[in-house]
């Protein structure tokens, strides 16, 4: 992923660096704090190590996370949002995700809420499947 030479809007430049299925989610998995590939991993439910560690690299170079390599055996990374940019992003992501958790509850899909432990407005009536 290259950030483009021109822009006509700073929202396109956002767009741009955290467009994609994945990047939102790791990021919003970040926000509690460093942890690990294979954490990330089991937390992401549906993501292949490959687009993971595609995804994280991307992120690194736009600045919005960091890594911590470990010296010794075995190898141990650990991947945090950066100060600047990725802790910045973190409210602007909790107000999609509200968004999100209010379109979920609206039209009846709160099985996967109650699965992850999100907290929901009941006060949509819920649609049969």
């Known amino acids: 992923m290259k950030i483009r030479d021109e822009y006509t809007c700073p929202l396109e430049v956002v767009h741009d660096v955290i467009k994609g299925k994945w990047k939102t989610i790791i990021l919003w998995q970040l926000k509690y704090g460093p942890t690990s590939l294979s954490k990330l991993k089991n937390d992401i439910a549906g993501i292949s190590e490959k687009m993971l560690l595609e995804q994280l690299k991307e992120l690194k170079e736009f600045g919005l996370i960091d890594k911590i390599n470990s010296n010794g055996y075995p190898l141990h990374v650990e991947y ?50």
């Open 80 to 129: 945090f949002l950066t100060d600047d940019r990725g802790k910045k992003i973190i409210p602007a992501l909790a107000i999609l995700q509200s968004i999100g958790v209010d379109y979920m509850a609206e039209h009846g899909m709160t099985e996967i809420l109650e699965q992850k432990g999100i907290f929901y407005s009941t006060e949509y009536p819920q649609k049969s499947k």
